[in-house]
């Protein structure tokens, strides 16, 4: 069997398949001791002989290159053509037989040929060297690191014997120093890498022969500090370089970074290094010199520069990162200084806007260092626009105008750079802004208050077209400057509440807004579009009411008007006024005015059951008139407070007792009503002329009217006690009476029936004249109930804080009524000393601004 195996060896055709030691074992069945005693140690005897006399012939004509291929080889032969054939025990031993032959017994060719291979740069060689030793590890590791001992040497040895050569030379330069030094170790740690597999062992061999070789040399002549400086040298070179492309640059620096990581001692020297690179690295022009030859500072090869050398980020900043800031800002001040005198502020803002933009475009980009980069750009911004905000200041209003709109986005877009860290100086330019806005608007007001009556439609037109203009330019140019927005309606609050058309009343303007949003609610030819698009400009101005209480009031007041009287033309626009409410005034105002619609619809099918059955009552007292009547519920409460008394004539008193005596309380017993004369409309017919004439009143001018039934003049103060109404009011009820020629006023105060009144109409409405009385009385009910607001207000603070300062005290409850009304702070004092009056509150003896809760 063992001569078999001998003879296919040397390619006699014998087919293996048919003589495995497993079919050997089975056929003689031999035992596992007799088949190694007679097979397996002849056969690896046999194979060792072989490949002894084979390999040392074969080396004595051929190169190790050659033998190292022929060994790879061989070693493959056995693995596919007897280890596979044999059983796997034996493979094993064949394979680590013939390794031990062709490799161990000639491993002193194999170091001595070592350092040609690595001279000549032989990857492939040195790779399949590399693997035939690696084989050899499991068995003794000595020999993988033998060759490592030598691979270090030969390093060390090169480069110092390079290093030696170039001292030769006078005057060495740092450009030949680094490139002669990165060529040995670049060339060794790609052997290391592609032809060790980057065995560890290896790849630190070459690390600790670069060590040896850069901090002793022929050139540094065994100094510690020579090494590293001609490094600083190279590196400041490239720096100042102006003809290399940036990719030079960055592999260049590559070069010193890499080396610097062999130098020893960098504790102690890296500092002084750090210090002088810093110093080479921002002369005056180095920035901006390449910057105009189209170049770029790189300011990634600078901090990778100062890694290496171990300098701490806090030294980094001092070394490097402040006088390179310092120095872009010494240069942009003087740039933008120049630039700013010679050109004016609307070409400075281009020229700003290119500047920074070219900065963030150079430094963006380097993650490594986005720290330095930020703040050069922080500090560019700080240069270039904080440092002229008095300039832009001046300019800044004449920017409002319409046709500038592309300064002042350049302007806010360089300002909104700056405004997390110079806050107070945007507020200044909010400011402006807001007194700008203020002073069009009350320009605008004056010129419409030249009119004697102005139309609330031409007063909301005149302020929602200041107010759009500002706002868009806002939108537009200072997109999300919440800032400016707030400005806005600062100006619009104080032009609005206090103007030439409203008096310095705000309550006048509020007035105006309201009838504005009445008459629009109340008109029958405008399509639901032109409505909605109306109504929109009311609705913004709404929300610059100081006074909200007397908004709600008002607006709640004219709701009542329309529902009653049934003049309402566009629900889904009533909606809509409600649903803005919701966010103007609050979720309980809109609430109660949504209940006003639902209680009208309840109150439609109670009116007509109600009517219908007061129609035999009033047919019973010889009445020939109808009789219409609405019972309102509490959501209506606001109108309660605006009615007046006044005594029910006799034609229709006992008509109006029965009503109430022997039909509503007859079903509704316990229910108090109040008649509200200012909502009742009443048509009176005349008797008393040629023609017939119907006359539409309200109630106080037919109460007048019908004491005429008995007589044909009458005294003021008769008529005042018949009536039962108030002077003022029964005056101007007589005014409008006259007005109308149904009355003919006469001297001494008297007012006769006019009996020969013509018109051409048959039937009319007398003018409406109680309208201010009953609005002025609304807000004597407001008044009112802003006493009792603050002095709940105060109360609620004080059994919180239990004590607290009277200024504190103040200014706490302006901030917690403002949102319904401006509380003027005599009208707080007062509160408060009504409290002190009533013992709610007390003074502290020991200070008497202190004020003290009573429990």
Same mark, same amino acid.
């Given at each position: 069997?063992?001569?078999?195996?001998?003879?296919?060896?040397?390619?006699?055709?014998?087919?293996?398949?048919?003589?495995?030691?497993?079919?050997?074992?089975?056929?003689?069945?031999?035992?596992?001791?007799?088949?190694?005693?007679?097979?397996?140690?002849?056969?690896?005897?046999?194979?060792?002989?072989?490949?002894?006399?084979?390999?040392?012939?074969?080396?004595?004509?051929?190169?190790?290159?050659?033998?190292?291929?022929?060994?790879?080889?061989?070693?493959?032969?056995?693995?596919?053509?007897?280890?596979?054939?044999?059983?796997?025990?034996?493979?094993?031993?064949?394979?680590?037989?013939?390794?031990?032959?062709?490799?161990?017994?000639?491993?002193?060719?194999?170091?001595?040929?070592?350092?040609?291979?690595?001279?000549?740069?032989?990857?492939?060689?040195?790779?399949?060297?590399?693997?035939?030793?690696?084989?050899?590890?499991?068995?003794?590791?000595?020999?993988?690191?033998?060759?490592?001992?030598?691979?270090?040497?030969?390093?060390?040895?090169?480069?110092?014997?390079?290093?030696?050569?170039?001292?030769?030379?006078?005057?060495?330069?740092?450009?030949?120093?680094?490139?002669?030094?990165?060529?040995?170790?670049?060339?060794?740690?790609?052997?290391?890498?592609?032809?060790?597999?980057?065995?560890?062992?290896?790849?630190?061999?070459?690390?600790?022969?670069?060590?040896?070789?850069?901090?002793?040399?022929?050139?540094?002549?065994?100094?510690?500090?020579?090494?590293?400086?001609?490094?600083?040298?190279?590196?400041?070179?490239?720096?100042?370089?102006?003809?290399?492309?940036?990719?030079?640059?960055?592999?260049?620096?590559?070069?010193?970074?890499?080396?610097?990581?062999?130098?020893?001692?960098?504790?102690?020297?890296?500092?002084?290094?750090?210090?002088?690179?810093?110093?080479?690295?921002?002369?005056?022009?180095?920035?901006?010199?390449?910057?105009?030859?189209?170049?770029?500072?790189?300011?990634?090869?600078?901090?990778?520069?100062?890694?290496?050398?171990?300098?701490?980020?806090?030294?980094?900043?001092?070394?490097?990162?402040?006088?390179?800031?310092?120095?872009?800002?010494?240069?942009?001040?003087?740039?933008?200084?120049?630039?700013?005198?010679?050109?004016?502020?609307?070409?400075?803002?281009?020229?700003?806007?290119?500047?920074?933009?070219?900065?963030?475009?150079?430094?963006?980009?380097?993650?490594?260092?986005?720290?330095?980069?930020?703040?050069?750009?922080?500090?560019?911004?700080?240069?270039?626009?904080?440092?002229?905000?008095?300039?832009?200041?001046?300019?800044?209003?004449?920017?409002?105008?319409?046709?500038?709109?592309?300064?002042?986005?350049?302007?806010?877009?360089?300002?909104?750079?700056?405004?997390?860290?110079?806050?107070?100086?945007?507020?200044?330019?909010?400011?402006?802004?807001?007194?700008?806005?203020?002073?069009?608007?009350?320009?605008?007001?004056?010129?419409?208050?030249?009119?004697?009556?102005?139309?609330?439609?031409?007063?909301?037109?005149?302020?929602? *077209? +200041?107010?759009?203009?500002?706002?868009?330019? #806002?939108? !537009?140019?200072?997109? @999300?400057?919440? /800032? %400016?927005? =707030?400005?806005?309606?600062?100006?619009?609050?104080?032009?609005?509440?206090?103007?030439?058309?409203?008096?310095?009343?705000?309550?006048?303007?509020?007035?105006?807004?309201?009838?504005?949003?009445?008459?629009?609610?109340?008109?029958?030819?405008?399509?639901?579009?032109?409505?909605?698009?109306?109504?929109?400009?009311?609705?913004?101005?709404?929300?610059?009411?100081?006074?909200?209480?007397?908004?709600?009031?008002?607006?709640?007041?004219?709701?009542?008007?329309?529902?009653?009287?049934?003049?309402?033309?566009?629900?889904?626009?009533?909606?809509?006024?409600?649903?803005?409410?919701?966010?103007?005034?609050?979720?309980?105002?809109?609430?109660?005015?949504?209940?006003?619609?639902?209680?009208?619809?309840?109150? *439609? +099918?109670?009116?007509?059951?109600?009517?219908? #059955?007061? !129609?035999?009552?009033? @047919?019973?007292? /010889? %009445?020939? =008139?109808?009789?219409?009547?609405?019972?309102?519920?509490?959501?209506?409460?606001?109108?309660?407070?605006?009615?007046?008394?006044?005594?029910?004539?006799?034609?229709?008193?006992?008509?109006?007792?029965?009503?109430?005596?022997?039909?509503?309380?007859?079903?509704?017993?316990?229910?108090?009503?109040?008649?509200?004369?200012?909502?009742?409309?009443?048509?009176?017919?005349?008797?008393?002329?040629?023609?017939?004439?119907?006359?539409?009143?309200?109630?106080?001018?037919?109460?007048?009217?019908?004491?005429?039934?008995?007589?044909?003049?009458?005294?003021?103060?008769?008529?005042?006690?018949?009536?039962?109404?108030?002077?003022?009011?029964?005056?101007?009820?007589?005014?409008?009476?006259?007005?109308?020629?149904?009355?003919?006023?006469?001297?001494?105060?008297?007012?006769?029936?006019?009996?020969?009144?013509?018109?051409?109409?048959?039937?009319?409405?007398?003018?409406?004249?109680?309208?201010?009385?009953?609005?002025?009385?609304?807000?004597?009910?407001?008044?009112?109930?802003?006493?009792?607001?603050?002095?709940?207000?105060?109360?609620?603070?004080?059994?919180?804080?239990?004590?607290?300062?009277?200024?504190?005290?103040?200014?706490?409850?302006?901030?917690?009524?403002?949102?319904?009304?401006?509380?003027?702070?005599?009208?707080?004092?007062?509160?408060?000393?009504?409290?002190?009056?009533?013992?709610?509150?007390?003074?502290?003896?020991?200070?008497?601004?202190?004020?003290?809760?009573?429990?």
């Amino acid at each position: 069997m063992v001569n078999i195996l001998g003879r296919q060896r040397n390619d006699e055709g014998i087919d293996l398949q048919s003589f495995t030691g497993k079919r050997l074992l089975e056929f003689l069945e031999l035992s596992p001791k007799e088949y190694k005693s007679l097979f397996e140690r002849p056969f690896l005897e046999m194979s060792g002989n072989h490949y002894q006399k084979e390999s040392t012939a074969f080396l004595g004509t051929n190169s190790m290159s050659a033998y190292l291929k022929k060994v790879e080889e061989w070693l493959w032969k056995e693995e596919t053509h007897f280890a596979s054939c044999l059983n796997s025990e034996t493979g094993r031993l064949l394979i680590e037989k013939c390794s031990r032959v062709l490799i161990t017994e000639h491993l002193e060719h194999l170091c001595d040929s070592f350092p040609n291979l690595l001279d000549l740069g032989r990857k492939e060689d040195l790779e399949r060297m590399y693997n035939l030793i690696v084989r050899l590890e499991v068995l003794n590791n000595k020999v993988l690191e033998a060759f490592r001992e030598r691979f270090e040497v030969h390093i060390a040895n090169g480069g110092q014997a390079a290093l030696s050569n170039l001292a030769i030379s006078d005057g060495v330069g740092s450009i030949a120093y680094v490139d002669t030094i990165f060529e040995i170790w670049h060339k060794y740690s790609e052997i290391a890498v592609q032809s060790f597999y980057k065995n560890v062992g290896f790849a630190a061999s070459v690390e600790r022969a670069c060590k040896k070789f850069i901090n002793m040399d022929a050139v540094t002549k065994d100094s510690l500090h020579d090494s590293p400086e001609l490094l600083v040298d190279y590196a400041d070179d490239i720096l100042h370089n102006r003809t290399m492309t940036q990719d030079e640059v960055e592999y260049a620096l590559n070069k010193v970074i890499v080396l610097l990581w062999f130098v020893d001692e960098k504790d102690l020297a890296q500092k002084s290094y750090a210090v002088r690179l810093s110093e080479r690295l921002i002369p005056g022009d180095l920035v901006f010199v390449r910057r105009r030859n189209n170049g770029a500072i790189n300011l990634q090869a600078f901090k990778s520069l100062f890694d290496s050398l171990g300098v701490s980020p806090k030294e980094y900043e001092s070394l490097f990162e402040h006088p390179f800031l310092e120095m872009y800002g010494r240069h942009y001040q003087k740039e933008s200084t120049a630039f700013l005198a010679i050109n004016g502020v609307s070409a400075y803002l281009k020229k700003a806007e290119e500047w920074l933009r070219n900065e963030e475009a150079n430094f963006a980009s380097y993650s490594n260092c986005s720290s330095t980069g930020k703040l050069l750009i922080e500090r560019c911004g700080h240069i270039l626009i904080s440092e002229h905000l008095k300039q832009f200041g001046d300019i800044f209003p004449d920017l409002l105008d319409p046709g500038r709109k592309e300064d002042l986005v350049r302007m806010f877009g360089l300002l909104a750079r700056i405004e997390g860290s110079h806050n107070n100086n945007l507020k200044t330019f909010h400011k402006t802004f807001e007194l700008y806005v203020a002073n069009e608007g009350l320009a605008a007001l004056s010129n419409l208050a030249i009119a004697d009556d102005v139309e609330p439609s031409a007063y909301v037109d005149t302020i929602f *077209e +200041v107010w759009h203009k500002y706002s868009e330019i #806002s939108a !537009q140019c200072f997109p @999300r400057n919440v /800032g %400016l927005v =707030a400005s806005i309606d600062r100006a619009c609050q104080k032009f609005i509440n206090r103007n030439a058309v409203t008096k310095d009343s705000a309550y006048n303007s509020l007035k105006l807004l309201v009838d504005y949003a009445d008459d629009l609610l109340r008109n029958k030819t405008m399509t639901p579009e032109e409505i909605e698009e109306a109504l929109h400009k009311v609705i913004v101005l709404f929300r610059f009411v100081d006074d909200k209480d007397v908004l709600q009031e008002s607006y709640a007041a004219k709701l009542s008007e329309r529902l009653i009287l049934g003049v309402r033309m566009h629900d889904e626009a009533e909606v809509l006024v409600i649903e803005n409410f919701r966010e103007i005034c609050g979720f309980g105002f809109a609430r109660r005015l949504t209940r006003m619609f639902a209680d009208i619809e309840t109150i *439609e +099918v109670s009116t007509t059951e109600l009517t219908e #059955s007061m !129609q035999p009552i009033l @047919r019973s007292d /010889g %009445l020939n =008139a109808t009789f219409k009547i609405k019972v309102l519920g509490p959501s209506f409460r606001q109108i309660f407070a605006l009615h007046k008394t006044l005594a029910i004539p006799a034609d229709i008193l006992l008509t109006y007792e029965r009503l109430l005596s022997e039909h509503y309380q007859t079903k509704h017993p316990g229910r108090k009503l109040t008649w509200l004369w200012y909502c009742s409309k009443n048509e009176l017919h005349t008797n008393y002329l040629d023609k017939k004439y119907i006359l539409i009143t309200n109630s106080w001018q037919m109460v007048v009217l019908l004491q005429y039934n008995n007589n044909d003049t009458m005294s003021l103060e008769g008529l005042q006690v018949a009536t039962g109404i108030t002077k003022t009011h029964l005056e101007w009820v007589l005014t409008s009476l006259v007005r109308a020629n149904i009355l003919i006023s006469r001297e001494q105060g008297r007012y006769d029936l006019n009996k020969n009144f013509k018109s051409r109409k048959t039937r009319f409405k007398l003018e409406k004249q109680e309208f201010r009385v009953t609005q002025r009385d609304g807000l004597e009910a407001i008044t009112e109930n802003r006493k009792n607001a603050l002095r709940a207000t105060i109360v609620r603070i004080m059994k919180t804080r239990r004590t607290m300062e009277h200024q504190k005290l103040m200014q706490e409850v302006i901030t917690l009524t403002s949102e319904k009304f401006v509380p003027a702070v005599p009208e707080i004092k007062k509160a408060i000393d009504y409290l002190l009056e009533v013992e709610y509150l007390r003074r502290e003896q020991s200070s008497k601004d202190t004020i003290a809760y009573v429990a």
